[in-house]
Nanobody, 120 residues
């Protein structure tokens, strides 16, 4: 069994910063991709940023230059540093990991989500 748990959401004023964390645990052999998605009210879930085991990163155009994704492979943890936050960044943020389990199964696992609200 594999678990993914996010933390770090909350209420922040426009222009402020937050850092989200996500830890994957369980029967993991290898984590290939770790990423963050978000779902804003009334919208579909979208990719925010992801990073591969080799360190390459990918960002949505809307967050380039403001958000930074980093990964600690030793801790099976991924972070999302969010700066210069805007009201339109308000959403539930979900961690997503693509892994190979100890039983050599390929799985995609989602966290439960953490709410980020940007408002004055």
């Amino acid at each position: 069994q594999v678990r993914v748990v996010e933390s770090g959401g909350g209420l922040v004023q426009p222009g402020g910063s937050l850092r989200l964390s996500c830890v994957a645990s369980g029967s993991i052999s290898r984590i290939h991709v770790m990423g963050w998605y978000r779902r804003a009210p009334g919208k579909q879930r979208e990719l925010v940023a992801d990073t591969t085991s080799s360190g390459s990163t990918n960002y949505a155009d809307a967050v380039k230059g403001r958000f930074t994704i980093t990964r600690d492979n030793a801790k099976n943890t991924v972070y999302l540093q969010m700066n210069s936050l805007k009201p339109e960044d308000t959403a539930v943020y979900y961690c997503n990991v693509k892994i190979t389990t100890s039983s050599l199964l390929y799985l995609e696992v989602w966290g439960q989500g953490t709410l980020v609200t940007v408002s004055s």
